[in-house]
């Protein structure tokens, strides 16, 4: 039986018959430049400062993220604002080292950085995958109009 | 002797313009099959890609490795083109008949077979490790198909009783087709057709997972487009000879009175065994060196010696 099966290729046969039949099933491909899987609701993407509806940031430089930061891609300068309270310089995150894991935005106890789901930022420099204040609290708008679409 | 020039030309030119679309097709086919879609990107549907990779190929730096037998290594590519034009040159399409030959079958299985130098050449040449391991897979690949072939062809012309392509093709017109008569022999040929061109599952030589690249591992720019345009037209010129010598050639309906229609039949019975080996290329894996010997020798030399005598028997009731 088994040399029957051998003589007449039965089993190669069976095999060339499914990929005929995959031939004319539509493909799976997503033509990605073109097409994008929207990123999933929790997706870890590059980050951003969140802002509080008058335009203010809501980080107080309290360091906790940084702290917690696995690989050290979180740092920051501030100074003694004018009420007293710290104010930031700069804040600096590392996108070469960022892991995505998250633990910063974990840490943080006012809610203030976050992630967004932008997953395509390859740059051709390397100076510009760090991202300063000001581009944080771009993104930081970005993120909630983002926010409020998805509501 | 005029015309025999322009078909020459037709056929020489069909080559070559012949394998762009081949290897679009070829990406195409393989694609759907494991429900990619292929290329896509450069013109609707990506069918300016051929385009766009020759483009590329020749911009590319060409690189001759350090310790590389230099003039091997540049003759190893052309003498695969070389060598696979020079078989179809003899393969008549239809009417078009560049180089009427008594002996054509043997030429285009004496050119095929030579065709093979090349990979070893490259292997020997590239001073590589993988580079000449594929050569001398090539080699042993070499002494594993071409029995098999050379003794399944032999049975067909026992029974044809002639080497000439066009007498094959009449032997056929009244006869019926030559697949009725030599079911082993056709199956044969066509698996060590498919060893030849060392297309998957028989594509040792070249390996991607294995050899790095197999023999043209050093290869880059033209000359790595010159291995592939030999392959591929060794592959249109064995589906040519396969669909001439089992599937009546240009012989069809009306092919009679209308010669074109005949070239057209013939083409598309050649497409077919084209479309053939893309196919078993997206079903079946690689096969291991000893499997690919051992299926060869111990299973269709004897079977194709086998052949011969029933060849013969037919040949005495039929011929
Ligand atoms: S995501 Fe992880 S690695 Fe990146 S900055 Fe936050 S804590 Fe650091
Ligand atoms: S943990 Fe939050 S509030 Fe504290 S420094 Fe980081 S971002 Fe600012």
Redesign the pocket.
């Known amino acids: 039986m088994s040399l029957l099966k051998k003589a007449t290729f039965t089993d190669l046969l069976k095999g060339m018959k499914i990929t005929l039949k995959t031939m004319f099933k539509p493909t799976v491909t997503v033509h990605y430049p073109f097409e994008k899987v929207p990123p999933r609701k929790r997706f870890r993407g590059i980050h951003a400062?969140k802002l509080n509806p008058d335009g203010s940031y809501?980080?107080?430089?309290?360091?906790?993220?940084?702290e917690m930061c696995p690989s050290n891609v979180?740092d920051?300068e501030m100074t003694e604002g004018k009420d007293g309270k710290k104010e930031l310089v700069d804040f600096t995150v590392d996108l070469t080292r960022c892991l995505f894991c998250g633990l910063?935005v974990e840490?943080?106890?006012?809610d203030?950085?976050v992630m967004t789901d932008i997953y395509e930022f390859s740059q051709y420099s390397i100076d510009k995958l760090i991202l300063h204040k000001e581009d944080l609290l771009e993104l930081g708008r970005y993120y909630q109009k983002r926010q409020r679409e998805r509501k | 002797m005029i015309e025999h020039f322009l078909s020459l030309l037709f056929i020489v030119g069909l080559m070559l313009v012949a394998v762009p679309p081949i290897t679009y097709l070829e990406r195409k086919v393989l694609g759907h099959m494991q429900q990619r879609s292929g290329p896509m990107v450069v013109g609707p549907h990506g069918v300016l890609q051929p385009i766009a990779d020759a483009i590329k190929l020749i911009f590319k730096e060409d690189v001759i490795p350090r310790g590389a037998d230099k003039l091997l290594f540049v003759f190893a590519p052309s003498f695969s083109v070389f060598a696979a034009l020079l078989a179809a040159s003899v393969v008549p399409i239809g009417f078009i008949n560049a180089v009427p030959m008594k002996s054509g079958l043997l030429f285009v299985m004496a050119m095929s077979a030579i065709s093979i130098y090349a990979f070893f050449l490259a292997g020997y040449s590239s001073n590589d490790k993988y580079s000449f391991l594929a050569g001398m897979r090539a080699a042993a690949q070499v002494l594993g198909y071409e029995l098999p072939m050379g003794f399944a062809l032999m049975a067909v012309v026992i029974l044809f009783g002639s080497f000439d392509f066009n007498e094959i093709v009449k032997w056929q017109q009244t006869h019926g087709w030559g697949i009725f008569y030599q079911p082993i022999a056709f199956v044969i040929f066509l698996i060590m057709m498919v060893a030849e061109v060392c297309r998957p599952p028989f594509d040792l030589p070249e390996g991607e997972s294995e050899l790095v690249g197999g023999f043209h591992t050093e290869y880059s720019g033209m000359r790595f487009a010159a291995f592939f345009f030999g392959e591929y037209i060794n592959i249109i010129v064995l589906s040519l000879v396969v669909s001439l010598l089992f599937f009546g050639g240009w012989s069809g309906p009306l092919a009679d009175k209308h010669p074109v229609l005949g070239v057209l039949y013939h083409l598309l019975k050649a497409g077919f065994f084209i479309f053939l080996t893309f196919w078993l290329r997206a079903t079946f894996p690689r096969y291991r060196f000893d499997q690919m010997l051992n299926i060869m020798w111990k299973i269709f030399l004897p079977l194709s010696i086998l052949n011969i005598f029933i060849a013969a028997v037919e040949a005495l009731f039929v011929g």
């Not at chain 1, 840490?107 to 006012?110: F, G, I, Q």
Request: proline share 5%.
């Open positions: 400062l809501r980080c107080e430089a309290c360091y906790l993220c940084a979180i920051m910063c840490a943080c106890p006012r203030a950085i």
